[in-house]
C-alpha cells in the first residue's frame, strides 16, 4: 500500500512538473494549458498510453487535468459499444458529470464565500 502511495505521488508530481516547466519556459497561457492536457489525456487514452499509467499512478495521474480527459475518453469509448455512434457524443459526458458538478458546486460557493471582484 505505500508503494501505491510513492507512485502516485511520483506520477502526480511528474505531470504537473511538466505542466510548470511548459509555463515557465515557454508563452503558452495557464489556460491553453489546461486545454492541452485534457486533450493530451484524450490522446493518450485514445492510443492505450495513458492506462498504464493510470494502473501505476492511480490518484497520481487520474486527479490531474489528464486525468479528466482520460475520463471522458474512456466514458465515450465505453458508450460506444454500448450505444453505437451516439454515445460517442454522450458517454464522456456521462462518465464525468460528477466531477463537472462538483466544480459548478464548488466554484459558485467560492464566490459567494470570498466575494471576488472584478479587476
Same mark, same amino acid.
Given at each position: 500500500?505505500?508503494?501505491?502511495? /510513492? ?5 502526480? @508530481? /511528474?505531470?504537473? *512538473?511538466? @505542466? ?5 519556459? =515557454? !508563452?503558452? *497561457?495557464?489556460? !491553453?494549458?489546461? $486545454? #492541452?492536457? $485534457?486533450?493530451?489525456?484524450?490522446? #493518450?487514452? +485514445?492510443? &492505450? ?8 499512478? @492511480?490518484?497520481?495521474?487520474? $486527479? ?11 466514458? +465515450? ?6 450505444? &453505437?455512434?451516439?454515445?460517442?457524443? *454522450?458517454?464522456?459526458? %456521462?462518465? *464525468?458529470?460528477?466531477?463537472? &458538478? ?12 470570498? %466575494?471576488?471582484? =472584478? %479587476?
Amino acid at each position: 500500500m505505500l508503494m501505491d502511495f /510513492v507512485f502516485a505521488f511520483i506520477i502526480g @508530481g /511528474v505531470i504537473c *512538473t511538466i @505542466g510548470q516547466l511548459i509555463l515557465s519556459y =515557454t !508563452r503558452i *497561457t495557464s489556460a !491553453r494549458l489546461l $486545454v #492541452l492536457f $485534457v486533450v493530451l489525456g484524450v490522446a #493518450l487514452t +485514445a492510443l &492505450g498510453l495513458y492506462e498504464p499509467i493510470v494502473q501505476l499512478g @492511480g490518484a497520481g495521474a487520474t $486527479v490531474p487535468l489528464t486525468g479528466f480527459g482520460y475520463a471522458l475518453a474512456n466514458g +465515450a469509448i465505453e458508450a460506444v459499444e454500448e450505444d &453505437g455512434i451516439m454515445g460517442a457524443l *454522450t458517454g464522456g459526458i %456521462k462518465n *464525468t458529470a460528477a466531477g463537472i &458538478g462538483a466544480a459548478i458546486l464548488f466554484g459558485y460557493l467560492a464566490a459567494i464565500i470570498f %466575494k471576488p471582484h =472584478t %479587476k
